[in-house]
C-alpha cells in the first residue's frame, strides 16, 4: 500500500520536513515567550481541543503540532538538536515520501484519538444539564493528553527500530544502545497503559495508543522492512558509489577512444558495437570475455 502511495503521490512529499517541525516548535517557543510578555496565551488558541474544534477553530488541527513539548530552554535545545538528527537520519534511510507518511499518519492519528475519547466521554454526559460545562472542561482535559511529547517518542522508536545497534550517550558520559532505550521506553508507556486501565481512565488508554498508532501501523504495514535496515541502505550506497565511479571510467576510456571490453572469438568492443553486451565466462580457465553473440556458442578454454 505504501509503495501504491509513493508511486501515486510522492512527487508531494516535503523534503527535510524535520527541519519544518523543529522550526514550527521555535515559533511555538516565541509565541510562548511573547505571551508571557504581553499577558496573552497565544499557545492556549493552538491547543488540539475538540469542543473549540467542533466549535469552528479548526486552524486547531494543525496549530497543536507547533506547541513544544519541553518547558526547560535548555533541555529544549539539546531535545530539538537530538530529534533533528533522528529524523534527518530516518528520511535519508526511508526517503521522503516515507518520513512524511509516517509523520503526517502520526498527526492524524492524533486528531482522531481526540474526537474520539471526546465523542465517548461527551456521549455519557448526554442528558446532564450542564454538558456544556463539562465539555469544555473535558476538552480542556483532552488538549493536555494529546501533545507532541508522543510524535517525538514514535520518531525516538522508529530510529530504534531502523538503528537498534545505534549507540549514544544518556546524560553525555552513559554509553546505551538505541534498542535498551526503547526497549526501556516501551515498558514505561506499558506501565502507563496498565495504570490507566486500573484506574478506569480509558480515555488516557486512547490518547496513548492513538498517539503511538502511526508507529504500529507504519512497521505492520513494511513488511519487507529489511529493505530499510542500516545495512541495506548502506549497501545501496556503496553500489552508487562504485557504480558512479565505473561509468566515470566508462567514460574516460571513451573520451581516450580505448575499448574496455573486447571480445575474444570476433575482437568486437563496446565502442565499435555499443549495442553489444560484453561478458566473462565463467566455465573458461581465465578471463575470457565475450559479445552476447559468442557467450554461449565458443569452445571453453580448459
Not at 530529534?83 to 492524524?108: D, K, P, V
Amino acid at each position: 500500500m505504501i509503495n501504491k502511495l509513493e508511486r501515486k503521490f510522492g512527487k508531494y512529499a516535503i523534503p527535510h520536513l524535520i527541519n519544518y517541525l523543529i522550526g514550527g516548535y521555535i515559533l511555538g517557543y516565541l509565541l510562548e515567550f511573547g505571551g508571557r510578555t504581553t499577558g496573552t496565551p497565544f499557545l492556549d488558541f493552538m491547543r488540539l481541543d475538540p469542543y473549540a474544534i467542533l466549535h469552528g477553530q479548526v486552524w486547531r488541527i494543525i496549530t497543536w503540532v507547533l506547541i513544544p513539548p519541553e518547558q526547560n530552554m535548555l533541555f529544549a535545545v539539546i531535545m530539538m538538536i537530538f530529534y533533528w538528527q533522528l529524523g534527518s537520519a530516518l528520511e535519508r534511510a526511508w526517503g521522503t515520501f516515507r518520513f512524511n507518511f509516517y509523520i503526517f499518519g502520526g498527526i492524524l492519528c492524533s486528531v482522531i484519538g481526540a474526537m474520539l475519547v471526546y465523542g465517548i466521554y461527551s456521549f455519557s454526559l448526554m442528558g446532564n444539564a450542564d454538558i456544556g460545562s463539562y465539555q469544555e472542561i473535558l476538552s480542556s482535559s483532552i488538549s493536555n493528553i494529546f501533545s507532541t511529547n508522543y510524535i517525538n517518542l514514535s520518531i525516538f522508536l522508529a530510529f530504534a527500530m531502523t538503528y537498534p545497534e545505534e549507540q549514544i550517550l544518556l546524560y553525555f558520559f552513559i554509553p546505551i544502545r538505541m534498542k535498551w532505550l526503547a526497549l526501556v521506553y516501551a515498558v514505561l508507556i506499558g506501565v502507563d497503559v496498565v495504570t490507566a486501565v486500573i484506574s478506569g481512565s480509558w480515555g488516557v488508554v486512547i490518547a496513548i495508543v492513538a498517539s503511538l498508532a502511526n508507529f504500529l501501523i507504519f512497521f505492520l504495514m513494511t513488511r519487507n522492512f529489511r529493505r530499510y535496515s542500516p545495512n541495506e541502505f548502506r549497501r545501496k550506497r556503496n553500489f552508487r558509489k562504485a557504480y558512479d565511479a565505473g561509468s566515470h571510467a566508462r567514460q574516460q576510456f571513451r573520451q581516450d577512444g580505448q575499448a574496455r571490453h573486447k571480445c575474444c572469438i570476433c575482437g568486437r568492443t563496446e565502442i565499435t558495437n555499443p549495442e553489444l553486451d560484453f561478458r566473462y565466462c565463467s566455465k573458461c580457465n581465465g578471463a575470457y570475455e565475450y559479445c552476447s553473440d559468442h557467450l554461449f556458442t565458443h569452445t571453453h578454454v580448459k
